[in-house]
């Protein structure tokens, strides 16, 4: 069966230190795998979109890696701070149609 | 610009009473998605509109949930009837369409189903 796997349901971590969350998938191929950010009461937010020849892409203190062959994407925060603090979202689109499947999200708490 | 807009933000309801929710996407976006959330869960699409047509509904539970996108702008989902299983976030989240692949998500609505 598909599935999309995220490591934790929840991570806390120091301020200054660097997030890294994960996202593992059986049984998808995807066409590319994006990552948001949703906070309590509100809908997700779009961070980061890599396909799947590429192996890293960055955007300030964030970077996403790809990994095809071990079925994973890992997601860096550095220099956490408090307001970091949220639920992340991996999301993965197996046709390039944009009809994605999401993971269950893994709850970040950085603590001051 | 403004963002996706959806209403009502909450809702109450007994079970075995119908319920509708309101969608306004982003102006010039052609794709509409509808997405259901259940709690520490992340969302399941329901439903999928290019403009005013219906392109994936797999998976939504036609014996009790319908939508339309009317003129392909706005959109309505109903639930009738409701049941307590249904208690879940409702997201709504356009995108402009021609391979543009980021989702905008609404704020949902959360429905509480007694």
């Known amino acids: 069966s598909q599935k999309i796997e995220q490591n934790s349901e929840a991570l806390n971590i120091q301020e200054g230190k660097t997030a890294t969350l994960t996202c593992n998938y059986t049984?998808?191929?995807?066409?590319?795998l994006q990552w948001y950010r949703q906070d309590p009461g509100r809908g997700p937010v779009f961070l980061l979109l890599?396909?799947?020849?590429?192996k890293e892409k960055r955007k300030e203190r964030l970077k996403v890696t790809f990994d095809t062959t071990l079925k994973q994407s890992l997601f860096h925060i550095t220099a956490s701070q408090p307001a970091d603090s949220a639920t992340y979202l991996c999301?993965?689109?197996?046709?390039?149609?944009?009809?994605?499947?999401f993971g269950t999200g893994t709850r970040l708490t950085v603590i001051p | 610009e403004a963002g996706v807009v959806q209403s009502p933000r909450y809702k109450i309801i007994e079970k075995k009473q119908p319920v509708a929710f309101w969608c306004n996407p982003i102006?010039?976006?052609?794709?509409l998605y509808w997405y259901l959330q259940n709690l520490g869960q992340g969302p399941e699409l329901l439903i999928r509109?290019?403009?005013?047509?219906?392109?994936?509904d797999s998976q939504l539970p036609k014996d009790r949930f319908s939508a339309e996108r009317l003129k392909g702008v706005d959109s309505t989902l109903k639930i009738q009837p409701a049941e307590l299983g249904d208690s879940a976030v409702y997201l709504c989240?356009?995108?402009?369409?021609?391979?543009?692949?980021?989702?905008?998500f609404g704020p949902g609505t959360r429905l509480l189903v007694l």
């Open positions: 989240a356009s995108s402009p369409g021609d391979s543009q692949e980021t989702q905008y």
């Open positions: 049984n998808y191929s995807p066409a590319y």
């Open positions: 890599i396909r799947e020849n590429e």
């Open positions: 999301a993965l689109d197996q046709t390039g149609a944009n009809n994605l499947f």
């Open positions: 102006s010039g976006h052609n794709t």
């Open positions: 509109y290019e403009n005013e047509e219906a392109v994936d």
